[in-house]
């Protein structure tokens, strides 16, 4: 079977207790540029070709703490059968409106990794 590599690493977020502390810290400890703020939910910066974010417990779900890698894909047809042959364990999948689409899996050591799918770009 033919698998098609992710486009891009999306974004890279922690998962945190308090991510509007933590944004303070950030934004003076390491000059990080807010590029999109959610509340008191999510906190997003731009770092080279991608994004870097904080995010509450709930935000994060179905992680509860650490790092989470999100990978742009183009879609989650096979990604599901590849997931499960390789040993890892499909979470979910959460529809994010005109964002696109996020789908959370479990990978063998337990680890939450999330694919991005962009939202289909409406014909003019």
């Not at 509340?39 to 995010?55: D, H, I, K, P």
């Not at 990978?71 to 364990?89: P, T």
Request: proline share 6%; hydrophobic share 45%.
């Amino acid at each position: 079977m033919s698998t098609t590599p992710p486009k891009r690493l999306q974004n890279v977020y922690v998962v945190a207790e308090r991510p509007a502390e933590l944004h303070a810290f950030y934004e003076s400890a390491l000059g990080l540029q807010l590029k999109f703020r959610d509340q008191e939910r999510w906190f997003q910066y731009g770092v080279g070709n991608t994004s870097v974010a904080l995010a509450c417990r709930e935000e994060a779900a179905p992680a509860k703490s650490g790092l989470v890698m999100v990978f742009e894909v183009e879609d989650f047809a096979a990604a599901q059968e590849r997931i499960a042959g390789a040993g890892g364990e499909v979470l979910g999948i959460r529809d994010m409106g005109a964002h696109g689409a996020v789908l959370s899996l479990r990978d063998p050591e337990g680890n939450v990794v999330q694919l991005f799918k962009r939202a289909a770009t409406p014909a003019p």
